[in-house]
């Protein structure tokens, strides 16, 4: 990576950078990289991907994403060739509700997920969590091995997605391997066109069942969803809907599986933590924000401006993309005290793990229940888990999610508790 970066108050030359955020040199160096980023550059345009600003300093990154109205979520799909290219880069051309909306449009969809995923409400799904992490545990403690990808931190917060919106829970490989696919298949992969094909399939699937609950509400979060009436008293466009309730899945799947995945390398890596932990289950809670800061799972959103204006000693132009690096922000010394340190009890830890101001994950209580759940589970039935790390397998690309396929893993045996998969999401 080269840096150019003019004398600091020189509005009239652009600082740059070169940053292939879905290479294999980002993927291998990203903390070095981000780093770099944050000390020389905190906001530097880059051409990769037609050109954009890359913001890594924790100040001008958390300036962005609180002023809405100039930093715009917004995706225009009615024509490609438009400058709203919303949040991902490159673009990816599906609807994508409330993340790709801006207020005051954003809000109708947006107050409809706050409810079923507040933190009281995500608290309540304790139980349910506890249980689906105990049966998935249960299918293999008793064999010593596992992949704990694609037996554990994949299954789990896919089932608890699924079952918070109402949907069958049998039916998670279905929405969790397309998701997964297409997390790591940037535009223009080998595997996009067979992501974006499996995730068709999905949303054809999504869109039966939204418009059966139209049809014959049953009380959960797709009912909610399918029900519900704008402001004019109509019930809300179908294609909108559908795209929310796509949204819930998509977010409530990969990413906490990439969080939980890392979480559990970085302990098999550093063993005194690991046992500091089992003893002390009580540090879950901060351990968590800890390793959403440092490990990433979500490392970059984008936005267009929708004006010139000034951000970090730089002048950005009406249209131009801006790329926000939570994973950068999360590591500036100007923020945290010694960032690249791991610190379980860290607090405060005001962390963008989460992003921050009007788009801030609405699934960010519940996403935290889950790590804790499942960490605790792992720790208290498999303490002596030793990752193959010749064989674990990390998404070829960051790109946006920092993510593993797969973890083989061995341990000793332990019998099964008979914990029976729940037939139904918890109300
Ligand atoms: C470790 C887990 C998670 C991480 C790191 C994460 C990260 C994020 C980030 C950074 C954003 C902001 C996007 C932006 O500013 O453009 C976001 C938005 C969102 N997340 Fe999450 N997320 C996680 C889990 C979840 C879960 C469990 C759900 C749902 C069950 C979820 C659903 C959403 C939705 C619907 C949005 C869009 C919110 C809006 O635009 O108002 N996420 N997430």
């Known amino acids: 990576m080269q840096a150019d970066h003019p004398d600091a108050g020189d509005l009239t030359a652009r600082a740059t950078i070169e940053l292939d955020h879905h290479g294999a040199d980002y993927r291998d160096r990203w903390q070095e990289i981000s780093d770099g980023n944050v000390a020389r550059c905190p906001v530097a345009h880059t051409a990769a991907y037609g050109g954009t600003w890359v913001v890594s300093g924790y100040e001008p990154v958390v300036e962005a994403l609180r002023d809405h109205g100039v930093f715009s979520s ?34 109708v969809y947006r107050r409809l997920l706050n409810g079923p995923l507040s933190p009281e409400q995500s608290r309540r799904q304790e139980p349910f969590i506890r249980q689906v992490t105990a049966a998935c545990l249960d299918r293999f403690t008793e064999q010593g091995r596992a992949d704990l990808v ?30 997964h696919l297409l997390t790591y298949s940037p535009p223009g992969s080998p595997t996009w066109d067979e992501a974006m094909a499996a995730v068709g399939e999905m949303m054809a699937a999504l869109g039966a069942l939204v418009v059966a609950r139209r049809a014959e509400p049953t009380g959960d979060l797709v ?43 970085w302990l098999y890596r550093n063993p005194a933590e690991r046992d500091r932990l089992i003893a002390d289950p009580n540090l879950l809670p901060t351990a968590v924000d800890e390793f959403l800061r440092v490990l990433a799972p979500v490392q970059f959103m984008s936005r267009t401006a929708t004006r010139d204006v000034e951000l970090g000693g730089q002048r950005i132009a009406a249209g131009e993309r801006v790329m926000l690096a939570f994973a950068a922000a999360n590591r500036d010394p100007a923020a945290f005290d010694c960032p690249s340190e791991m610190r379980l009890d860290r607090s405060p830890n005001r962390h963008v793990a989460f992003g921050s101001g009007v788009h801030r994950c609405v699934g960010a209580h519940l996403a935290k229940v889950e790590a804790v759940v499942m960490l605790d589970e792992i720790l208290r039935r498999i303490p002596d888990y030793v990752i193959d790390e010749d064989a674990a397998l990390r998404y070829p690309s960051i790109g946006a999610i920092n993510g593993y396929i797969g973890m083989p893993a061995t341990f000793t045996p332990t019998p099964a508790v008979g914990a029976a998969f729940p037939a139904s999401g918890a109300a």
């Not at 438009?82 to 801006?102: C, F, H, K």
């Not at 309730?245 to 939980?260: E, K, N, R």
Request: glycine share 8%; no cysteine.
């Open 150 to 179: 694609a037996d554990l931190t994949n299954p789990v917060p896919a089932i608890v997605t699924l079952g918070i919106l109402g949907m069958p829970l049998a039916d998670w490989a279905k929405y969790a391997g397309p998701i």
């Open 223 to 265: 009912s909610v969803l399918a029900t519900a009436r704008g402001d004019d008293g109509e019930l809300l466009p179908l294609d909108h809907v559908i795209a929310t309730a796509g949204l819930v899945v998509a977010g409530g799947v990969d990413t906490t599986t990439a969080l939980v995945s890392h979480a559990l390398h």
């Open 74 to 107: 917004y995706q225009d799909h009615t024509d490609p060739d438009a400058p709203m290219r919303g949040t991902s880069n490159p673009p990816i051309p599906a609807l994508n509700v409330p993340q790709e909306l801006d207020p005051p449009l954003h809000t």
